[in-house]
């Protein structure tokens, strides 16, 4: 067989391939499946009940709030919204860490995730690392930030979280330089396992 004959050959081969299996060298298919895998759907919902229980981040009596098992694919630059938590006894977290079940001050740099990255405390005593503003701090996983319950005495009357949430002490905030965390309450920023 010619060298003509033989490169001939390869070509129709190689065509028959790529037609028998499209998704080879279709570089499109790729994005695709990240952007499916990367979805995070509500799993459910949760009705606010009426405890008479009122401040301005509690549940409303009868408002439906969705609840998710899962959270956004972890990467090197997971986006996330990071808020400010009290994770000291008497603060807005509620009760103490999930991890260690203690109480931790504000001037630790610990944060809760969002129920699916807590992933049942698989993240538990474990450093994240924040980037935000040009700047990156680390900070240890000591909580969940429920994203399946809410709404009652445990949770300090609170939604469940969204899924994708940094739930972060003052000190994280104050590293990354965003010192007028009570004013802003959410900041965009991007985290990943360190």
Known sequence: MSSTSSLLLV???AGLLLVTFPSVCDSSAAPAAR???NKCRPSGRLQGPDTGHTCGECC???HFYPTYRCSPLVTTHTKAIMTINDFSEGGDGGGPSECDGKYHSNTERV??????WYHKGKRCHKDIRINARGRSVLAKVVDECDSMHGCDDEHAYQPPC???IVDASKAVWDA?????AEDIG???ITWSDA
């Open 111 to 116: 944060v809760a995730l969002s129920t699916g």
């Open 162 to 164: 969204r899924p994708n």
């Open 11 to 13: 070509l129709a081969l």
């Open 35 to 37: 952007h499916h895998v």
């Open 176 to 180: 990354l330089g965003i010192h007028d």
């Open 186 to 188: 959410e900041y965009d």
């Open 60 to 62: 409303r009596p009868g």
